[in-house]
């Protein structure tokens, strides 16, 4: 069923509130934090804590269920793929909802072979949902689609529970490999919220805006990568 703007925007403002709830919004001390991409940010989100809190774990998968539905449709996917480390969860969470074979890929290949990348069970030609914890420029996303496809899958579609929605060049390098990225919530649900309940004081306020507002720069400023890697 599809859903209204306004449902999908309340899905990103609880999901956001949920992430700032739960402390997974680290701002840095003195040393910023470096990303699996190499930039340097002055914030982190560890999605990896909703695992621990039962009531929001199961109200996000239960949205990540209406977008999946409303986005893509259940019946267009044969199984689901977790993304090693942190998708890994949340994939077997969405498999069990929706009684379908769940699959994880590696980030490294174990082995040889198309198979080395990927654990389960497949038939070349499933249409798999890969799903994440977080994007941050995509390029994890873009190689764990590349492992699935050498495989034989059908991979179109990413769900995640948090996109950074940052790069530009993320969007261009998604269109060329024909892949759609579903979020719950992005950056900007982070700030309206946080803005709305008072949850950043003004100095981390203004440091993470200069930051999602130009992050290469700032990452060149701070020790970090100049550019991403695609
Ligand atoms: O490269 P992107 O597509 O933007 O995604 C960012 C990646 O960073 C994290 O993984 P990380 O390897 O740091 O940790 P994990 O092993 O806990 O998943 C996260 O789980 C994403 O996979
Ligand atoms: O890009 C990353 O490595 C990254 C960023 C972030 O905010 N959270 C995370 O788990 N990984």
């Not at 590696?106 to 994007?135: C, N, S």
Request: with cysteine; hydrophobic share 50%.
């Amino acid at each position: 069923m599809p859903l209204s703007a306004q449902t999908r925007a309340d899905f990103a403002r609880r999901t956001a509130l949920a992430l700032l709830d739960i402390h997974a919004v680290e701002v840095a001390g003195e040393r910023p934090f470096i990303l699996s991409s190499g930039v340097a940010s002055p914030v982190y989100i560890n999605v990896r804590k909703v695992i621990s809190f039962p009531a929001i774990r199961e109200e996000l998968m239960g949205f990540a269920s209406r977008v999946i539905e409303a986005e893509i449709g259940h019946d267009r996917i044969d199984a689901i793929a977790g993304a090693e480390t942190a998708g890994i969860p949340f994939a077997a969470w969405i498999a069990a909802s929706t009684g379908l074979p769940l699959q994880y890929v590696r980030k490294r290949a174990q082995g040889f072979g198309p198979e080395a990348h990927i654990e389960g069970v497949w038939e070349p030609g499933q249409r798999v949902l890969l799903v994440e914890d977080l994007t941050t420029d995509g390029a994890s996303k873009l190689r764990f689609c590349e492992a699935l496809r050498a495989a034989g899958l059908v991979v179109n579609d990413v769900f995640m529970l948090f996109q950074y929605d940052i790069f530009p060049q993320t969007r261009a390098a998604m269109q060329r490999s024909d892949i759609r990225l579903h979020a719950l919530a992005t950056w900007k649900d982070i700030l309206d919220v946080a803005q709305a309940h008072d949850r950043f004081t003004p100095e981390n306020r203004a440091t993470i805006a200069a930051f999602l507002h130009d992050p290469l720069a700032w990452s060149a400023a701070h020790g970090g990568a100049r550019s991403l890697a695609f």
